[in-house]
């Protein structure tokens, strides 16, 4: 059974599954990049009109449409997809994706992503999204918005105001957070 949460982005819906959906950890798949996605579950909802985004994570798919597009008709099409696939397989959608290279986890970048996979990933996914280390470099942190959090309104306040004053206080190198 395929639950429907709204996220903080009017323009992203969060689906959540009964089943596993992803055995690598939370991978987001943009419309843009199509030609360079192997999955077919993943390329057959991005062609459907009117979709931008998908972030896939273990127990929930959320997906971002473009403005002008109405839920009324993506929603229904987005969870019969995921019923269908399901009917037909146990695997997860995604099981064999090649995973970024691990950055080098000095002892000032290891808390970082201990802080975000421990007190803010949870947050940011409650709300359809996830957020990825990119790098940290003369007390600057860079992230990754996905999914829900990716273009939403809110998400520069959570950034600064959630984001950032939790680094800092558990990481002291910290002095600010940017997306990119």
Known sequence: ????????????????????????????????????????????????SGVELILVSDNFLTVKKEKKASWDSLKPMIISHLNDYFEKTEDPILVDVKKEKELDDDETIAKIKDVLDTKIRPAVARDGGDIKFKSFKNGVVKVELQGACSGCPSSIMTLKQGVQNLLKHYVKEVNSVEAI
């Open 1 to 48: 059974m395929i639950q429907v949460e709204q996220t903080p982005n009017p323009n992203s819906l969060k689906f959540l599954s009964q089943k596993i959906l992803s055995r690598i950890g939370t991978e987001e798949f943009k419309k843009s990049n199509l030609k360079n996605i192997k999955i077919p579950f993943i390329k057959e909802v991005l062609n459907f």
